[in-house]
T-cell receptor, first 115, second 110 residues
Framework: NAGVTQTPKFQVLKTGQSMTLQCAQD?????MYWYRQDPGMGLRLIYY???????DKGEVPNGYNVSRLNKREFSLRLESAAPSQTSVYFC??????????????FGPGTRLTVL | TQLLEQSPQFLSIQEGENLTVYCNSS?????LQWYRQEPGEGPVLLVT?????EVKKLKRLTFQFGDARKDSSLHITAAQPGDTGLYLC??????????FGKGTTLSVSS
C-alpha cells in the first residue's frame, strides 16, 4: 500500500518547455487534488477532481491543465512553463467531497524549477 | 474566499518549552483539520475536529476547536526537535475542496 505516489521528484525546465506531473493513489479514493506550495503562500489548490471523469478549477489554475485518467491517476500538465511556475507541487487524494471530513492524503511532492 | 489566518507565522523555541499556535476564521466551518509537514515531505493529517468546544489529544499535542467553530488551537507540551515542521490548518465545507491556512513554521532546537 504505497498511498499517493508522484513522479518525478525533481525537475528543471527551461521557459517554454512542457511537462506532465504524474500522480497515482492506491486507496480507492474518489477525489484527487493538485496543489502548489510557495514560501509564505501556504498550499494553493490548482485543480481538483471530485470523481472519475470530472475536473474543476481551484484557486490558481492558469497555465495548467489536468487529466483524470482513471480512478487511480490524476496528471498535471504545464504546456509552456514559466519561471512563475517554479514551486513544489503536491498531489493529494481523499474519500471524496461527499466524505464529510474530506481528510486528505498527500504525496511526497515534485520540486520544479523553471529557468 | 473564506480565509484562515494562522499565527504566529514562525516560532523558534528550545526543547522542553510549551507552545500554542492558532488558526482563526471570520466564518463558521463544519470541521477543521490540522496537518504537519516535515521538511522535504508532504503534509500528514494529525487530527480532525468537528464539534464546537471539542478537545483532542495526540500524545503531547492538544487540539481545541472553538465553541463558535470559527477558531482552533494546537498546544504542544514539552516540545522536542522531532516536532519541527510546518503546521497547517485546513477548513472543510461539505461539497468544496479544503482551504488551507499559510501555516506556522516551528523550529525546536536541542
Amino acid at each position: 500500500n504505497a498511498g499517493v505516489t508522484q513522479t518525478p521528484k525533481f525537475q528543471v525546465l527551461k521557459t517554454g518547455q512542457s511537462m506532465t506531473l504524474q500522480c497515482a493513489q492506491d486507496m480507492n479514493h474518489n477525489s484527487m487534488y493538485w496543489y502548489r506550495q510557495d514560501p509564505g503562500m501556504g498550499l494553493r489548490l490548482i485543480y481538483y477532481s471530485a470523481s472519475e471523469g470530472t475536473t474543476d478549477k481551484g484557486e490558481v489554475p492558469n497555465g495548467y491543465n489536468v487529466s483524470r485518467l482513471n480512478k487511480r491517476e490524476f496528471s498535471l500538465r504545464l504546456e509552456s512553463a514559466a519561471p512563475s511556475q517554479t514551486s513544489v507541487y503536491f498531489c493529494a487524494s481523499s474519500g471524496g467531497l461527499a466524505d464529510y471530513y474530506n481528510e486528505q492524503f498527500f504525496g511526497p511532492g515534485t520540486r520544479l524549477t523553471v529557468l | 474566499t473564506q480565509l484562515l489566518e494562522q499565527s504566529p507565522q514562525f516560532l523558534s523555541i528550545q526543547e522542553g518549552e510549551n507552545l500554542t499556535v492558532y488558526c482563526n476564521s471570520s466564518s463558521v466551518f463544519s470541521s477543521l483539520q490540522w496537518y504537519r509537514q516535515e521538511p522535504g515531505e508532504g503534509p500528514v493529517l494529525l487530527v480532525t475536529v468537528v464539534t464546537g468546544g471539542e478537545v483532542k489529544k495526540l500524545k503531547r499535542l492538544t487540539f481545541q476547536f472553538g465553541d463558535a467553530r470559527k477558531d482552533s488551537s494546537l498546544h504542544i507540551t514539552a516540545a522536542q526537535p522531532g516536532d519541527t515542521g510546518l503546521y497547517l490548518c485546513a477548513r472543510n465545507q461539505a461539497g468544496t475542496a479544503l482551504i488551507f491556512g499559510k501555516g506556522t513554521t516551528l523550529s525546536v532546537s536541542s
